[in-house]
């Protein structure tokens, strides 16, 4: 049975040890070798970033996130053990966990560590599609003659890596298609690696819940139960015909995954669909000139985003989540496209004008989607806007002088409110 050390990447036949350095962290498979598209999924990303820089909170409860009205981004370990989960509304998470330390997020520190480790991936293959800022899928298939290794070594030398020069550790998932290498990866959390083989695939899937398919949220769930469908057994009972005639498009991919077939590529270009920003708020408001400065700053914020990546959109979508939960969603599509921060703040504030007045809101997000290349974007003055080619020109250079100075070396007065 081929072996190998995740500590120091020996080589060996089958055993609970390495006997090159004795370490216990061992990984075993038949298909070892051969094997080679896989998932890498950072733990507790945020979380063990936040333990790497402040060593005072190693050992803590550690959740991140934004006061007690935000929800969780990620919460360590150690919170998660007490039933603290990511997109738990905050002050249930505090119920569970009363001596949680809360850290606000630094997203500008996580993604210099994820670009970190899109380098290190990019090292061992052109081929990484990322999920987000903490993890990705690569295809490294054709890699072994290259570095001569299989692939995973190559993955354990990777984790390796990121632990000695990032401070951080990530689990990995080998198999034979990306829906696989996905489930494993969860198998064996924090600092894992598991592998699910193709000789093993139905017989893995059989007795496992439903729930592992990723992107079937609660509603597919229960529509899959009120169909007596629980586990992938229970899938491979079904006709194929019969799925389709019942779920559509989906249960002709949920026949398939239930006998662990997946033909998607590894995609490194996989396009962005949306761009967009928002907020929770400590308090329900309706006060509308904070509403109007949050909307301004998430209008910045999305044209910085859309400017770095060299996109624009077509469509400005404005959300808002009133204090009942009640979620108020408005889209307007534009005349051409734009990246420009008052395009959007100015569209957006349109669309917050047409909703019903005198309600206060707990969130408040503002995005474009529709997205196409920043060159076809903001070439058309807008006759019925006198100021629009003033504000343009203004927004440049403000875009000029932040890129030299820093961010906060221009602010506009609405953003201070």
Request: aromatic letters at 6%; hydrophobic letters at 40%; one cysteine or more.
């Amino acid at each position: 049975m081929p072996a190998l050390c995740r500590d120091c990447l020996n080589r060996f036949d089958a055993g609970t040890r390495c006997p090159a350095c004795r370490s216990p962290r061992v990984v075993s498979h038949g298909e070892l070798w051969s094997l080679s598209i896989a998932h890498m999924d950072c733990d507790a990303f945020y979380a063990s970033v936040e333990k790497r820089d402040n060593p005072d909170l190693e050992g803590k409860p550690v959740i991140i996130g934004g006061g007690r009205r935000g929800v969780v981004s990620t919460a360590c370990y150690v919170a998660r053990i007490r039933g603290v989960r990511s997109a738990m509304p905050m002050f249930k998470a505090l119920e569970l966990c009363p001596d949680a330390v809360i850290v606000k997020p630094r997203m500008q520190v996580y993604a210099e560590v994820s670009r970190a480790v899109r380098a290190m991936m990019e090292d061992l293959t052109p081929a990484v599609e990322p999920l987000s800022l903490d993890e990705a899928f690569l295809d490294l298939r054709g890699t072994a003659r290259l570095h001569g290794a299989p692939p995973a070594v190559l993955l354990a030398g990777l984790v390796r890596r990121m632990r000695d020069e990032l401070g951080i550790t990530g689990s990995i998932g080998l198999s034979h298609n990306k829906f696989l290498a996905k489930i494993a990866s969860d198998l064996d959390k924090p600092h894992g690696f598991s592998v699910i083989g193709a000789a093993e695939t139905v017989d893995f899937l059989r007795e496992k819940p439903v729930r592992m398919i990723w992107g079937v949220g609660e509603a597919g769930q229960d529509s899959l139960e009120r169909a007596g469908i629980r586990t992938f057994g229970d899938l491979m009972r079904w006709d194929e015909r019969d799925l389709t005639a019942r779920f559509g498009s989906m249960g002709t991919r949920l026949w398939h995954l239930a006998r662990g077939e997946d033909h998607r590529r590894v995609s490194a270009h996989s396009p962005i669909k949306s761009v967009s920003n928002e907020t929770t708020f400590n308090e329900d408001t309706a006060d509308p000139d904070l509403l109007d400065g949050h909307l301004w700053r998430m209008a910045e914020k999305v044209a910085d985003r859309a400017k770095a990546k060299g996109i624009a959109g077509r469509v400005v979508v404005l959300k808002l989540k009133r204090g009942d939960f009640t979620l108020i969603t408005r889209r307007q599509s534009l005349r051409e496209p734009t990246q420009y921060a008052d395009r959007i703040y100015r569209t957006a504030r349109g669309l917050m004008d047409q909703v019903e007045p005198g309600h206060a809101y707990r969130l408040l997000g503002v995005g474009i989607s529709d997205l196409c290349s920043a060159e076809v974007a903001d070439r058309t003055p807008d006759l019925l806007d006198p100021g629009a080619a003033k504000r343009s020109e203004a927004e440049r250079a403000t875009d000029r002088i932040r890129a030299r100075f820093g961010e906060g070396a221009i602010l506009k007065g609405r953003a201070l409110r």
